[in-house]
């Protein structure tokens, strides 16, 4: 018996490697008086950052408790600092499809308030001026018998629970250095309610201050459990295990999202990888140190801060002096008398993090500068994240199943409650934290049917693995002539029996394959594969295979450059060692030569496998953005559109530049005018409908998209069609989010929701058309749901037929025999923006816009 096929399509030179943690900002603080407490940090708060409180708008939610029946309207009709994406025309979002609805589990709490929750919105000034925000807070807590309760993020803007009696009072400060200063609070004739979007943030500034009873150590904006954390001295790394939480109002409650994280601590300092660069001779030094350590993130733990990592200065060592009050002062002697920390090595160049936009906008102009040896070094470097060793073992500990997860969620709320500093500072504010995680309904989306040739067909069941039957005819073959294999002579062995292994697999699918035109190379030098590879291009071949001897990614990228780049031709780069047998079989070589030839087939405008498509005349799109790895001021966004897969599966693909690493794209609507010229030329007329998945977007660039990007599209799509207006969709899709769901089982026992599972209600938000979709099947951990949020609606399709036509698209990917996290346009995109931003550097060529080439 064959052994079973992994159920991986394996891309070019493809990394899976995804972050364990996320580098977020440091919060504010609060103090407690005599009213009612004490409160800490926004989610979305900055340290350094003077900015209002109300200005910060990424967690806010207004509608409150007391208005959950009829509440919609009444909060439409008040304050709107949340940037409205649901059309007027979506009543109700929820659906009674699928199968039955069943009650699932999400990762959130609801959030009680008392009644007269309010707060009085002061403007708080320093004689003389203060710039430092710790002295800032400092002062405001020195106040706290006068004012009583409150809410401080640093800035301007303070917020007490009760009004104080003048509208105008100032509190002169003695601090213990025995300087003066006075504080003035001057009344902005502003309170804040429940009702207010404001509310958020103070309630999430609550909650993070109460959380400091757990002992629990800040970091940017998480909070991780030092005393928790493990070693794994194997790797040099710690894990600190934490919470990210978030309270915003979401359609009948006020809840709180709370997310299990984890940050990943090195013992290096960057110090230390410098001395590794000396010691290992490197040519030169400085341009490698630089290379590694630029753009990186470190944590300085006398402050228990993080700095991304600018540029570096060899012309400056511990032993210059800045400027510090009215005298001249070395790193050596303020870290010494500061910090009581002494600099072992005086000449050591300094680190340079400059100032981001906020602390700018603050009056931060210069750039902070760091000593090496006192810097960690956190998260994970490119190699860890390609050595499955490290990956495997950091995922015993982060790649948790649900019953897990949902116990360390459950402890969460427990140690909240029961911890007497963590309760006394909620109940002080009037607030409290419910126990037990939230229930909401969900349903389950009718499952696929996977059709392949010559009328073979897969019934998909949940677990959205149809690998067993990519060995049926494929639904749609192209046949591989006039093409050619470069390889190098010291893998001949390896390949000759991967040939015949592969030109079996073709006969077995029926693929028709001309026979190869074959280059050996001598050496596996990236200018030999150069040479190899431009003398056989110029035979104007169709397509061409390329034998790496390993994952080096100049070779690659040689290889792509010439053939994506400069000849247009569409080729296939495989590694030498996964096409060696494994412990002497031959049948995992089967299984990738399988995989390959799928690959092939689709890069040439073949079909793998197809679905029942309810629609003609529909053009879905996907878009995602990459960053360029070489320049960081530059981005790349890939469009990916289908030629109505109901009578002929085709796709249009094509890349543009963005510049200043902007996400949002300018060229949008020049991308939706190529994709429907090509449609026309495909079927000779223009798509009925359109609907248009963007990825890459973040809460504070959605007004942007709506307003720019869709306009942009609709301006395009109104010359084209004149009056008559294509039916069309927008939708931004999100991977990056903390909700989970859980399926409970047990009376202490839970599992992953099965693929297809939609949440429409209770933990979506009032002001949007938005759902959760689960698409895919996960073996390991905890599945992540892919939130969806129609900004543009003119459609036509009831919410359902929108959840289910957005499942549908989940199953396209070619690349991979299951069901895909995202709609496979989608997933399109973001490979070819990743080819691009990663490998190319440069736009391919536009003889490929029609094929799935990036695969």
């Known amino acids: 018996m064959s052994k079973p096929l992994s159920k991986k399509l394996k891309g070019d030179y493809e990394d899976n490697s995804s972050e364990l943690s996320n580098q977020q900002d440091e919060p504010m603080t609060i103090g407690r008086g005599r009213g009612r407490g004490e409160s800490s940090t926004d989610s979305s708060s900055t340290s350094g950052s003077r900015r209002k409180l109300k200005e910060d708008k990424s967690e806010q939610s207004s509608i409150p408790s007391d208005l959950r029946k009829d509440g919609r309207e009444r909060w439409l009709a008040s304050n709107k600092p949340i940037y409205t994406t649901r059309p007027e025309h979506v009543i109700c979002k929820r659906t009674e499809g699928g199968q039955n609805d069943h009650e699932l589990y999400a990762n959130y709490f609801r959030i009680g308030i008392q009644p007269n929750f309010e707060f009085a919105q002061y403007r708080v000034d320093f004689s003389p001026d203060v710039d430092m925000i710790k002295l800032r807070r400092y002062l405001v807590a020195k106040c706290s018998d006068k004012i009583r309760g409150y809410v401080y993020d640093g800035g301007n803007l303070v917020y007490l629970t009760k009004r104080l009696p003048q509208d105008s009072i100032v509190i002169p400060i003695t601090t213990e250095q025995k300087e003066q200063f006075n504080v003035k609070f001057k009344y ?510 973040g809460d504070g660039q959605i007004q942007y998209v709506h307003e720019i990007e869709v306009k942009k599209i609709k301006d395009v799509l109104r010359g084209c069609y004149g009056e008559k207006f294509p039916k069309f969709a927008f939708v931004v899709v999100s991977k990056r989010i903390n909700t989970r769901v859980f399926n409970k089982t047990g009376s202490r026992r839970y599992e992953n929701p099965v693929s297809g599972t939609v949440v429409d209600d209770v933990v979506t938000l009032p002001e949007r058309y938005d759902f959760f979709l689960i698409s895919q099947s996960v073996r390991q951990g905890t599945v992540s749901p892919t939130s969806y949020n129609i900004i543009d609606d003119c459609f036509g399709l009831s919410p359902e037929r929108m959840q289910m036509l957005t499942y549908k698209m989940c199953h396209l990917y070619y690349n991979w025999s299951g069901t895909t996290r995202v709609p496979a346009v989608v997933q399109y995109a973001h490979k070819l923006s990743v080819l691009v931003g990663q490998f190319l550097h440069i736009t391919p060529n536009s003889h490929l816009d029609k094929s799935l080439y990036y695969l």
């Open 188 to 697: 902005t004739n502003v309170t804040i309610k429940s009702t207010d979007s404001t509310a958020m943030m103070v309630l999430n500034c609550i909650l993070r201050n109460a959380m400091r009873g757990l002992n629990l150590k800040l970091i940017q904006r998480n909070l991780y459990d030092e005393r928790a954390k493990v070693l794994i001295n194997e790797y040099r790394l710690e894990l600190w295990p934490g919470y990210e939480t978030s309270i915003r109002q979401h359609e009948k409650d006020i809840l709180v999202c709370c997310e299990i994280s984890h940050k990943v601590m090195r013992f290096d300092t960057v110090y230390s990888i410098l001395q590794s660069k000396e010691h290992d001779r490197v040519p030169d030094i400085r341009t490698a140190f630089c290379k590694e350590i630029i753009g990186t993130v470190v944590l300085t733990r006398y402050n228990n801060r993080t700095y991304r990592i600018d540029d570096v200065r060899f012309d400056l060592n511990p032993k210059s002096t800045f400027k510090a009050g009215d005298k001249e002062i070395s790193f050596i002697e303020y870290y010494k008398s500061r910090y009581n920390l002494t600099i072992n090595d005086r000449n050591q160049p300094l680190l340079v993090s400059n100032p981001k936009a906020r602390d700018i906008r603050a009056g931060k102009n210069e750039p902070v500068l760091l000593i090496p040896e006192l810097c960690f070094t956190t998260g994970l470097t490119d190699s860890m994240r390609s050595d499955f060793n490290v990956m495997k073992r950091l995922g015993e500990y982060t790649r948790m199943d649900p019953t897990k997860r949902v116990q360390q969620l459950e402890e969460f709320s427990r140690r909240i409650n029961q911890t007497e500093e963590c309760f006394q500072k909620l109940e002080s504010f009037g607030v409290n934290l419910d126990r037990q995680l939230l229930p909401v309904p969900g349903r389950i989306l009718k499952q696929e049917t996977i059709l392949f040739g010559q009328g073979r067909t897969n019934q998909n069941d949940f677990k959205a693995d149809w690998t067993q039957g990519i060995r049926n005819p494929m639904f749609k073959n192209v046949p591989l002539q006039r093409w050619g294999i470069i390889y190098p002579s010291r893998s001949e062995r390896d390949f000759n029996e991967f040939m015949k292994i592969f030109e079996d697999v073709a006969r077995g699918q029926q693929f028709e394959m001309g026979a190869p035109k074959y280059s050996v190379i001598n050496d596996d030098r990236p200018r030999t594969y150069a040479d190899a590879l431009e003398s056989f291009c110029a035979r104007d071949p169709k397509f061409v295979m390329v034998i790496l001897p390993n994952n080096n990614a100049e070779r690659y990228k040689i290889v792509k450059t010439i053939t994506y780049v400069n000849r247009g031709i569409p080729s296939q780069v495989i590694v030498q060692r996964t096409i060696q047998p494994k412990k002497g079989s031959m049948a995992g070589v089967k299984s990738i030569a399988t995989k390959i030839l799928l690959q092939i087939n689709a890069k040439l405008g073949g079909v793998p496998w197809m679905i029942n498509m309810p629609l003609s005349g529909l053009m879905t799109i996907g878009f995602d953005v990459t960053h360029d790895t070489n320049d960081k001021s530059k981005s790349f966004g890939a469009f990916v559109a289908s030629m109505d897969l109901k009578v002929k599966v085709s796709f249009f693909s094509t890349v543009s530049e963005h510049r200043n690493g902007e996400e949002c794209s300018n060229n949008i609507g020049i991308h939706m005018q190529k994709a429907l010229m090509a449609w026309r030329e495909e079927n000779g007329s223009l798509p009925e409908r359109i609907l248009f998945y963007r990825d890459g977007v």
